[in-house]
T-cell receptor, first 113, second 117 residues
Framework: GQQVMQIPQYQHVQEGEDFTTYCNSSTTLSNIQWYKQRPGGHPVFLIQLVKSGEVKKQKRLTFQFGEAKKNSSLHITATQTTDVGTYFCAGPREETSGSRLTFGEGTQLTVNP | GAVVSQHPSWVICKSGTSVKIECRSLDFQATTMFWYRQFPKQSLMLMATSNEGSKATYEQGVEKDKFLINHASLTLSTLTVTSAHPEDSSFYIC?????????????FGPGTRLLVL
């Protein structure tokens, strides 16, 4: 079945350093979404990428969708303590019209002040 | 916009009792809602897809008689954990799909932490 994998599983950085998490799908995706879950909280939608090779920015966050629409990345420039949390990518299930999502395992980011 | 609420946020119950969790979309209509469970430091595992006015679609390995889902209106879905046991202790999160939004984008509720003693 469809698999969505994320690396690394954990990342510890010093405040001010950059951070990148990578997401890879076993199948081509119609779109990919990114969510952030703070410790003890619930996932919050960050962004959706649809086009091949698409790059979107949200302040210090840069999201990229691969040309083959099977991989994606999230890059945070100059991390802050407020960036702490687990970042999940998610893609629509291949066998459906797109309602159900398959989530990656997430990358847990900790930022040392 | 796109706010989803869940109630209760915490519940502790004795083994064998049933627990009902409500998920509401507060400012939009959701024909489709999803129920997930999440164990500590793990990803979200989809349990079932709840469609307004029809039966829920359960993921493989999820017992439909154990986890009863009702989606009675476009703004409310409920999950009832029947005869709960300690292994059912988990973080249960619902999400709702905004019909007028970005297609498959899901908005998550704050979650319900269930502890079965």
């Amino acid at each position: 079945g469809q698999q969505v994998m994320q690396i690394p599983q954990y990342q510890h950085v010093q405040e001010g350093e950059d951070f990148t998490t990578y997401c890879n799908s076993s199948t081509t995706l119609s779109n990919i979404q990114w969510y952030k879950q703070r410790p003890g909280g619930h996932p919050v939608f960050l962004i959706q990428l649809v086009k091949s090779g698409e790059v979107k920015k949200q302040k210090r966050l840069t999201f990229q969708f691969g040309e083959a629409k099977k991989n994606s990345s999230l890059h945070i420039t100059a991390t802050q303590t407020t960036d702490v949390g687990t970042y999940f990518c998610a893609g629509p299930r291949e066998e459906t019209s797109g309602s159900r999502l398959t989530f990656g395992e997430g990358t847990q980011l900790t930022v040392n002040p | 916009g796109a706010v989803v609420s869940q109630h209760p946020s915490w519940v502790i119950c004795k083994s064998g009792t049933s627990v009902k969790i409500e998920c509401r979309s507060l400012d939009f209509q959701a024909t489709t809602m999803f129920w997930y469970r999440q164990f500590p430091k793990q990803s979200l595992m989809l349990m079932a897809t709840s469609n307004e006015g029809s039966k829920a679609t359960y993921e493989q390995g999820v017992e439909k008689d154990k986890f009863l889902i009702n989606h009675a209106s476009l703004t409310l879905s409920t999950l009832t954990v029947t005869s709960a046991h300690p292994e059912d202790s988990s973080f249960y999160i619902c999400s709702a799909q905004d019909v007028g939004g970005l297609g498959e984008t899901q908005y998550f509720g704050p979650g319900t932490r269930l502890l079965v003693l």
